[in-house]
């Protein structure tokens, strides 16, 4: 009963422990895609810049990248010139409404940040998950200020080692 609480060694040789192989990748940086429109609205800007980073260089064709580009851009021209009339409206109505009119402005975004995160997500079904890249929609601080934008965020997936016994 005195030997309940005791700690025991384990019975390992100095020179020997049983420590696995551990395989240490290192995954890149992501890719950040900041707007490059003249509009943007609650953060997301009316285009992205499809010029090719030369971080993806020999991983994905440039053509592909533009396309997908494209796709994106296609989503936003179609989406927030009616999100900008909105939005007009409901300022010019806030002080009657009591700020009620900006709901559909806010829900008119919502609707648009889901199409892209939906063509975003076909996109990497598609091409980029088997070329060890997912796109994502995420929000990020400006440089110059304090405010949030969306962006473009490219990720690289790690290719993870299968353990196979000898």
Avoid at 80 to 108: D, E
Avoid at 117 to 122: C, D, G, Q, S, V
Wanted: glycine share 6%; with cysteine; hydrophobic share 35%.
């Amino acid at each position: 009963m005195a030997d309940f609480d005791a700690i025991y060694p384990d019975d390992l040789d100095d020179g020997e422990e049983n420590i696995e192989e551990m395989h240490v990748t290192l995954v890149p940086d992501p890719i950040v895609v900041r707007g490059a429109g003249n509009m943007t609205v609650f953060g997301l800007s009316n285009r992205f810049n499809g010029e090719f980073p030369s971080g993806l260089q020999s991983r994905v064709a440039p053509e592909e990248y533009q396309a997908t580009i494209a796709r994106i851009n296609t989503v936003l021209k179609k989406t927030l010139p009616v999100n900008v009339k909105w939005l007009f409206c409901g300022c010019v109505c806030c002080c009657c409404t009591l700020g009620c009119s900006l709901w559909p402005v806010i829900c008119l975004s919502k609707r648009t940040q889901h199409s892209l995160n939906k063509l975003l997500e076909w996109e990497n079904s598609r091409l980029y998950n088997k070329l060890g890249l997912r796109w994502r929609l995420t929000k990020q601080h400006c440089d110059s200020s304090s405010m949030m934008e969306y962006v473009l965020l490219i990720e690289f997936i790690p290719k993870i080692p299968i353990y196979r016994p000898d």
